[in-house]
């Protein structure tokens, strides 16, 4: 979904299974999301406080809706795990119910909006920071989780700055070009 322009051609980017670009974008965005946590994890907790893995569910969900953010936020995680073993057999599940939420979060939220905004995106990572943080509360008590979530807030400025830049970087690719 491309929100940035009037143009009626770029009104929804929504991908269905029916089309085949579905999973050729799908597997572009979760290449991405494999090969940016092996990036990411040569910093020493990187990949926790960064979250890598979900950087491509985000622009999946929020830009080509919830088809391609189910594909990316599911086979990502497998992938990478079967490559490098991260996420680790402990976490695989977990990290993979935190993918599918924030595709679901990204593409439900993006549909209501008339162009992509940072304040819209952040809402976005934002949503899914506050269920992240509520499993963790019911899980291993309220300090842990919020000192959970202040470490991720490198990541969370990472997502919504990067992947604004992003999504424009994509909307400027497919804006039509006009000639002098």
Do not use: K
Not at 19 to 24: E, I, M
Not at 61 to 74: C, N, R, V
Not at 147 to 164: M, N, T
């Amino acid at each position: 979904m491309s929100h940035a322009h009037e143009n009626p051609m770029l009104a929804d980017r929504s991908l269905g299974l029916a089309d085949p670009s579905l999973y050729l974008i799908s597997s572009i965005l979760i290449a991405g999301n494999v090969i940016l946590p092996i990036l990411v994890h040569r910093i020493p907790m990187g990949g926790p406080a960064l979250m890598p893995i979900f950087f491509f569910t985000l622009i999946a969900g929020w830009e080509f809706g919830l088809s391609a953010a189910m594909f990316t936020a599911t086979l990502s995680p497998l992938i990478s795990h079967g490559l490098t073993g991260m996420p680790q057999t402990s976490v695989l599940t977990g990290v993979i119910l935190s993918s599918v939420a924030l595709g679901a979060v990204a593409a439900a939220i993006s549909r209501r909006c008339s162009r992509t905004s940072v304040f819209f995106l952040a809402l976005a990572v934002l949503v899914h920071q506050a269920l992240v943080t509520s499993m963790a509360c019911l899980t291993m008590g309220a300090i842990p989780a919020l000192h959970g979530l202040a470490f991720r807030v490198p990541g969370i400025l990472i997502q919504i700055l990067g992947g604004w830049a992003a999504l424009r970087l994509l909307e400027g690719l497919r804006a039509p070009r006009v000639r002098p």
